[in-house]
């Protein structure tokens, strides 16, 4: 009965490949989220989606594009990963964009070596 | 731009002692203030928050935080600790409208017996 799920819960991969990171909401959420937390606990959005519209995007690099094939989930694929890309990832969502009540999945360790 | 400050990285406290855990913000409107709790190898939870109202607010495990305008801040109280506290905790601010948290860089609060 996870409410925000995301997969894989833990991801090692070498500079350069190619990844995606898929979360998954069963709340019936409107809004979802990407968050990056950094090796110091810093958490910095990313992106966020309502209705599978784009209402966020961070100044994140292009190599992060998220999609959102319904207003269930929200994946991450990541291109041409480099070292600073590792980090855990967060998945979130809220009932709408307006409310700041956020439920958040148990992230992905991603490792870039 | 919104900035938010959490003065100490870590706290350790004896079982049963009380704890403040400090928070200030930055933001030059009316905000929204939250804490969230990190348990280990989990994700992000909502302990508390402030919208408007009462400037004490109370979760239900016996954490309250006050918001005071006049010092921008929004400290994490507890009057007796158990070791089932021990998390990280992050504060985060909203600008009212603006859709995204702000999040701190977190306190890890480390109880000891």
């Known amino acids: 009965d996870t409410a925000v799920s995301q997969t894989p819960k833990y991801l090692v991969t070498q500079m350069g490949n190619d990844k995606s990171i898929k979360c998954e909401q069963n709340l019936g959420h409107d809004t979802m989220y990407w968050y990056k937390q950094d090796s110091k606990k810093f958490l910095k959005i990313m992106f966020s989606y309502n209705n599978k519209e784009l209402i966020i995007n961070e100044t994140v690099p292009n190599r992060f594009s998220p999609k959102s094939p319904d207003k269930a989930h929200l994946n991450l694929h990541i291109n041409s990963l480099e070292l600073g890309d590792s980090a855990v990832y967060f998945c979130a969502s809220s009932p709408w964009a307006g409310s700041y009540e956020q439920y958040f999945g148990p992230g992905t360790r991603l490792t870039v070596t | 731009a919104q900035s938010v400050t959490q003065l100490d990285s870590q706290v350790p406290v004896f079982e049963e002692a009380p704890v403040e855990l400090r928070c200030n913000y930055s933001?030059?409107?009316?905000?929204?203030l939250f804490w969230y709790v990190q348990y280990p190898n989990q994700g992000l939870q909502l302990l508390l928050k402030?919208?408007?109202?009462?400037?004490l607010v109370e979760s239900i495990n016996g954490f309250e935080a006050e918001f005071n305008k006049s010092q921008t801040s929004f400290h994490l109280r507890k009057p007796s600790v158990h070791i089932s506290d021990t998390a990280e905790y992050f504060c985060a601010v909203s600008d009212r409208g603006a859709q995204k948290l702000v999040f701190g860089q977190g306190t890890r609060l480390t109880i000891n017996p």
């Open positions: 402030y919208l408007s109202g009462s400037t």
């Open positions: 933001s030059s409107v009316s905000v929204y």
